[in-house]
């Protein structure tokens, strides 16, 4: 609650002293470029920045595609969270992981691209749809020495790829909902974010799935006040701190725009006769940087 109040501060002074486009327009820029930057500083284990085109051009298409289609936000996010919570099922005890990764793989991305062959892609899949369910419920008690051996081939984690893209709620993800008239576009957006996180292996996969972090964080913050960031804005700040484009801001610039957020939307909340601490703006300077650093790198075993 209380950081919903600062973030209500931050952008309610800079709404308040300038005008609305050009105060979105220069915090949307700082914010893509401070983000940016803190990616590269926190060495993320999850983002690979090797190629600094191909991880802007994957930024680039998908937060394109997000900020256009909510629907398409939305279930590429779960199927984000989705492909996270499989790699830490595999990775917390490898050796007795109940199916290889690329197996799962294979299955997920056939559902990404429409080539589950049908019926044979899916024989024995309803035979094994409660051996997935007893699967998963044990992972989130954390008995993993219980989990089913690996098969001597990939057909098991293959059609469990299948099912948990095709079909969530059949084996045990009730909260994702693939139903409706919409529900091809809604499987191939959740199935894409799954496949992203599960075979994230290059800059261009990277970039896209960097894409939804930074959307996802960007929308907390503006959209808690009823407010939208400046996309192009914003992608121009990142593109920036990726040395591809020359800078419409100094570094210094920037982080002194972010600093005068903390100190401003302090400020407002004492009176004149009261003097500001020092040690809180740099709490709360401290507390925000920890959230980004949180979402450019979330936690993996």
Known sequence: ???????????????????????????????????????????????????????YRGLKECMNTIIQDSIYADLYGQGFNTGLFVLKMLIIDPENKPFDLDCVYDGVHKVVSGNVELPQDTIGLFDNIGIFNDMLHVFVEKTVEALP???????????????????????????????????????????????????????????????????????????????????????DGARCALGLSEPKMSIEEVDQLITRFYEESIEKEFTDEEILPEELIE???????????????PELP
């Open 149 to 235: 051996a690996e098969g001597d081939d990939c057909r098991f984690g293959t059609l469990f790829g299948i099912a948990m893209a095709y079909c969530p709620q059949s084996i045990g993800f009730d909260w994702i909902d693939l139903a409706g008239p919409d529900s091809i576009h809604k499987r191939q957006a959740f199935a894409t974010g799954i496949a992203d996180m599960l075979k994230n292996d290059n800059s261009y996969t990277s970039g896209k799935i960097y894409a939804f972090m930074l959307f996802s964080f960007m929308d907390f913050m503006f959209g808690s006040v009823g407010q939208t960031p400046d996309y192009e804005d914003l992608m």
């Open 1 to 55: 609650m209380k950081r919903l109040i600062l973030i209500s501060f931050i952008v309610g002074f800079f709404v308040d002293s300038l005008s609305a486009q050009e105060a979105f327009d220069s915090v949307s820029y700082a914010f893509g470029n401070y983000n940016m930057r803190n990616a590269f500083e926190a060495n993320s284990n999850l983002l690979i920045l090797t190629d600094h085109e191909e991880f």
């Open 283 to 297: 709490e709360i300077k401290k507390n925000n940087e920890e959230e980004i650093s949180r979402q450019n790198n």
